[in-house]
């Protein structure tokens, strides 16, 4: 078994790729799960940006997660008016396009393939801090962890691992249940049984980052930043929109219940663990070991989900660590949504010409492979550049999110405003007017969010989520711009077919061997004109001693000796070639290399490399083919079988390279 079909698995016929409807209490966990994981980060992120400010700036952390909550609200509002308007599953891809035109959907598509990196990147290293707070042995060696994790994600979907509702049902379901009971067994000790419950960091004394509590405009933008990173918690809401398809009839009902269903639980458990960790007193400074004095030397500060599950489940070992494990297991399902999302949106990109083909079509197991192995590296490359620190990360995370919402609702409010021109019954144009307001109330909420997170995190990282952004956006137009071109050139009509005067072959030999002999019969047997067999004189006794062995054998091919005063090969062949084309220009030259087929990688590189280099430099000759003539060798035996299997990944593009 090849180590390719060992990692991937058996192919997939194509027909069994079929979509299996789901039902809403399915649907949650396959779609939610990412969304829902935001708040095992997103309160955190809160807690550690105000700590900039001092301990006097946590009174603001109820406010702030209300304003957050409130922001949630209004974007599952306005996503249960995309589901009804736009049930085809293409998001604000599709939204954008569709109302503001190719450029903003193309902004969409960019801001939301750096959005699933990120997620990727954010999911995992959450994860393995979260591990890491249980488990000091990861919480040393989180970078590895993360990679591993990515790499192993990778892996399981390039089998064609499927969101399947039972993968992801127990997981999900067994994060709201430890989620709940965290928040209200906390609460109900603290407020109705009275217990002293006193998280580790609780003793530790926090001062600011400077050393002197913050004031006035400078308290004001911390407390702004907070509320930005706190915004985290709105990512994966699009999930439900991009997945409406999946859902059982009728779709766009299931899809809406979902959200309403899905905004009640992010609503509760991010107020409720904010609140929780109030009444516990947790402290998360940006800076740990200049801030929070007190602290043990050595300390390493604990995710607040550890620090609250800790004197939470004081006595119960085993809920403690269910608590640690079901958390990370969330996030890597949200990270495990990205690596379904990414391939599909960059599958629907290539389709529209915005990218390459490759990534428009699926492997071996009916995945858009290539794209998944493009987000696991791209990942990858965050993970290691930012050291896996999730409070890194966040600051890039959130730009595209809300570039993604704020395009998405403005071109609601204008499909809306489209809708209301032809229609003509009162109450449906009701609903319509109940509906652009809600979309307009979205839109104004998410570009001003969107503004306050470029405000407060441009220059601690959002600007290289901006030029990532901008970046890809210029590649997909520049690549869409060379298939219009190619398309364009290729569909020319005017083009006439007219059939050469003549054919004539160039056969390059080396040495009198099997391998130039077969090209030479295959040549004949193709019936040109005129045929001719070419070496290079780059050593003149070996030369020699090929012509005196083409006399001795009596072959009826002439045999053309061309001078390398300099020892190259590739350009006295294709000078050589040149001057047949000029004086025959209505010839047609057909170029036979004899190549060998080997059966191990490293035997490639010891042959073939002087043929490459050559048909190369021919393949841009006007009214030159040429021709690969193999010849097998031995080792390439046990390969013959293996390929026969084997289908080619990467070389087709697509039906028009057919």
């Known amino acids: 078994m090849g180590t390719k079909r060992l990692l991937v698995g058996r192919p997939s016929r194509s027909d069994t790729i079929g979509a299996t409807s789901l039902r809403k209490r399915i649907a949650l966990p396959v779609f939610a799960s990412d969304a829902l994981s935001s708040v095992a980060y997103a309160p955190q992120e809160i807690f550690l940006v105000l700590s900039i400010a001092g301990v006097s700036a946590l009174t603001f952390t109820p406010w702030v997660g209300l304003a957050v909550a409130a922001v949630l609200v209004v974007v599952i509002a306005c996503y249960r008016q995309n589901v009804r308007a736009y049930p085809s599953g293409g998001g604000d891809y599709e939204v954008a396009t569709v109302n503001l035109g190719p450029s903003a959907g193309l902004a969409v598509g960019a801001a939301l393939l750096f959005d699933y990196v990120l997620t990727v990147a954010v999911s995992i290293s959450a994860a393995a801090a979260t591990i890491g707070s249980a488990i000091p042995f990861v919480q040393s060696r989180e970078i590895p962890f993360a990679v591993l994790a990515i790499i192993l994600l990778a892996a399981l979907n390039l089998r064609g691992l499927r969101e399947t509702g039972a993968m992801f049902a127990v997981p999900v379901y067994a994060f709201l249940a430890s989620m709940t009971a965290l928040i209200v067994w906390g609460l109900f000790q603290v407020e109705i049984l009275g217990r002293d419950l006193r998280a580790e960091s609780a003793g530790f004394e926090m001062v600011p980052v400077d050393g002197a509590e913050l004031a006035g405009l400078a308290l004001a933008f911390v407390v702004a930043k907070s509320f930005a990173s706190g915004c985290a918690a709105l990512t994966g809401i699009e999930a439900i929109h991009n997945g409406v398809p999946a859902f059982r009839k009728p779709r766009a009902r299931n ?9 009640v639980l992010a609503v509760s458990f991010l107020l409720g663990l904010i609140a929780l960790a109030g009444r516990l007193g947790v402290r998360i400074a940006e800076q740990p070991a200049a801030q929070l004095i007190g602290a043990p030397e050595g300390y390493r500060q604990k995710t607040m989900i550890a620090q609250l599950a800790r004197p939470v489940f004081e006595g119960l070992p085993l809920a403690f660590y269910a608590v640690i494990i079901i958390t990370a297991l969330i996030l890597a399902l949200a990270a495990n949504t990205a690596f379904n999302g990414f391939p599909v949106l960059a599958s629907v990109l290539a389709r529209d010409k915005y990218l390459p083909r490759q990534l428009a079509t699926r492997g071996d197991r009916l995945a858009f492979s290539n794209g998944i192995v493009v987000l696991a590296i791209a990942a990858v490359v965050l993970v290691v550049a930012f050291d896996a620190q999730v409070s890194l990360l966040i600051q890039l995370y959130i730009v595209g999110v809300f570039v993604a919402f704020t395009l998405g609702q403005l071109g609601m409010v204008r499909h809306w405003t489209r809708r209301l021109d032809h229609e003509r019954v009162p109450s449906v144009r009701r609903r319509i007017h109940r509906s652009r307001a809600i979309n307009a109330v979205g839109f104004l909420v ?6 306050i997170v470029m405000a407060t995190k441009f220059l601690s990282g959002a600007y290289i989520a901006v030029l990532a952004m901008l970046g890809a956006f210029g590649i997909m137009r520049l690549i869409h711009r060379h298939y219009v071109a190619v398309a364009r050139e290729l569909d020319d009509s005017s083009w006439e077919v007219v059939l050469p005067s003549r054919t004539h072959c160039v056969v390059l030999v080396s040495k009198l061997h099997l391998p130039p002999l077969r090209a030479l019969a295959y040549a004949r047997a193709a019936r040109p004109d005129s045929i001719e067999a070419l070496t290079v004189n780059i050593d003149t006794a070996e030369t020699r001693a090929l012509v005196r062995e083409w006399d001795r054998r009596g072959i ?21 070639v040149k001057r047949l084309r000029d004086q025959a220009p209505r010839d047609v030259v057909t170029v036979y290399i004899p190549e060998y087929v080997v059966g191990h990688w490293w035997e490639q590189i010891l042959h073939n490399q002087s043929a490459l280099r050559l048909k190369t430099r021919l393949l841009y000759e006007r009214g030159v083919m040429v021709t690969s003539v193999p010849w097998q060798l031995s080792s390439s035996d046990g390969r013959a079988e293996q390929a026969r299997d084997e289908p080619i990944v990467g070389r087709w593009g697509g039906p028009e390279e057919r």
């Open 255 to 263: 899809a809406a219940v979902t959200l309403a269903v899905l905004g």
């Open 446 to 451: 998410t570009a001003g969010v969107l503004v």
């Open 556 to 576: 009826s091919v002439p045999l053309k000796v061309v001078e390398s005063p300099y020892r190259e090969i590739n350009r006295p062949v294709v000078d050589y």
